[in-house]
C-alpha cells in the first residue's frame, strides 16, 4: 500500500476528534480546529470506527459526539477560568465518563471509549480524510495521464482484478481524476479545515464513481489496492 506520497493529517486529527489539546504542531504550522470543527471531524473519523468496531448504535453515537463536544467546551472554559461547574479538566472528564454512562452502554463499551480518549497514538488512521497519491502527475495533463495509465495498468487490471476492458478503462478515468483532485487539495494549508472538508468529498465521490461502474466490492477493493500498490 505504497503511494509515492501519502498526506497523514487525518494524525492531526485524532488529537481533536475527542477535544484533546486545543493545537499542535504540523508541517511546521500551527493547527487549531474550533470546537464545531471538532464535532465535524468526530462524524468522518470517530463515527465509523464507534459503529463498526464498538458495535454502538448510531443513535447513541451521535450522543457520544454531542458528549464530546460539550466536554470541548467545558474545558475551554476551564482553561479561560470562566466555568461555574468544573475547575480542573479531570472534573470534566469524570463528568462525561457519567455522561457515556447514562447511555446504557455495556461496559466493555464504555471501557473502550474511555480508553480512545485516554489514547491518542493509539487512534486508528481515518481513511476519509487521508490524501493517498503521486507528486510526479502534479504537472501531467489529464488526458495524457489517461493515455499511459491504460498503456500501463488495463492489462493488469482485467487479469488481476477481474474486470472487463469498459470497466478498466471506467477505473483509470477514475483514479485519474482521484490523483489529480488529491494533489490539488494537497496544497491547501494543513491548517485549513477546508482541507479535511475536500477531501472528504472526494472519497464520496470516488465511491460514486465506482458505482457506476457497476462492481462486485471484491473486485472494487482488488483495483483500490492495485492501484496502491502500484502507482
Known sequence: MKYKSTNTFLLIAAFFVFGFAPSIRAQEKTTSWTPEEQKELFGYCEKTVLMNELRIAE???????????????????????????????????EAVIKKYKSLSLTSDQIK?????????????????????????????????MILNFKAKYRKDLISKVGVNGRQADQLIDAEVWNQKEAIAISKIPANDFNRIRKTVEMHKMMDRKFKLIDMTEE??????????QNL
Do not use: H, M
Open 59 to 93: 443513535e447513541k453515537v451521535d450522543k457520544i459526539g454531542e458528549i464530546n463536544y460539550w466536554a470541548t467546551l467545558q474545558k475551554i472554559k476551564v482553561q479561560e477560568n470562566t466555568n461555574d461547574t468544573f475547575a480542573t479538566a479531570n472534573e470534566v472528564e
Open 112 to 144: 473502550n471509549l474511555i480508553e480512545r480518549r485516554k489514547s491518542i497514538t493509539n487512534q486508528e488512521a481515518c481513511p476519509l480524510i487521508t490524501l493517498n497519491f503521486n507528486p510526479v502527475y502534479d504537472t501531467a495533463q489529464k488526458a495524457q
Open 219 to 228: 473486485q472494487k477493493q482488488a483495483a483500490i489496492e492495485y492501484f496502491k
